[in-house]
């Protein structure tokens, strides 16, 4: 079974450079790991110092993998200082797990 992880990093400084250039070379070594099947990045549309990685992994193990990697261990202790908060959730589905669009009118 897929597992996905959500995490959310609000960056302290007013130059979110520094956590862009480690988060986007994360991004790159994480889409060669294996089991990586979703690594994306973003960037609060309305507060530029809110991210959100969304990520997707074919099993536990593979995500276990990554939480231990070197890869991720160094990109984390580089945000040291740069990030003041980090929270990470680790979702299920709900509704529409088989990944087709949904659109929901409000």
Known sequence: MSVTVLLTFVVTTDDTSAFRETISELAKRVQCMPGALRYAVYQ???DPDYFHVHQV????????AYIN???????????????????VKELTPVANSDSTPVLVAV
């Open 44 to 46: 609060g549309a309305d």
């Open 69 to 87: 990697s070197t890869e991720a261990a160094a990109a984390f202790a580089s945000l040291r200082g740069i990030v003041s908060e980090l929270l």
């Open 57 to 64: 992994w074919a099993n536990r193990g593979c995500y276990q």
